[in-house]
């Protein structure tokens, strides 16, 4: 798992264009909104969009556990490593 959650970090910061933070800025438990990374609704759409390139897995905005998996790195890797191993 800790290979993927250091994937999401490079594609979080390569996404979003955070060329001034680094892999190792970003807290695998901390928030990715609000207070944690500060990101936004703009950023959530780039960020699913990149998922889905990345891994092939559309992630709904509509579906009500959106938030949930957008929540913190380690609940995106969840995500995604449950939608991967299908």
């Given at each position: ?67 949930q998996h957008f ?16």
């Open positions: 798992m800790e290979v993927l959650h250091k994937e999401i970090k490079q594609l979080i910061i390569d996404a979003l264009n955070l060329e001034d933070i680094s892999i190792d800025e970003i807290e695998t438990e901390a928030p990715l909104f609000g207070d944690g990374l500060g990101l936004d609704s703009i950023d959530a759409l780039e960020l699913g969009l990149a998922i889905k390139k990345k891994y092939n897995i559309v992630i709904d905005a509509d579906d009500s556990n959106t938030r929540a913190s790195v380690a609940n995106l890797a969840a995500y995604i490593s449950s939608q991967t191993s299908n």
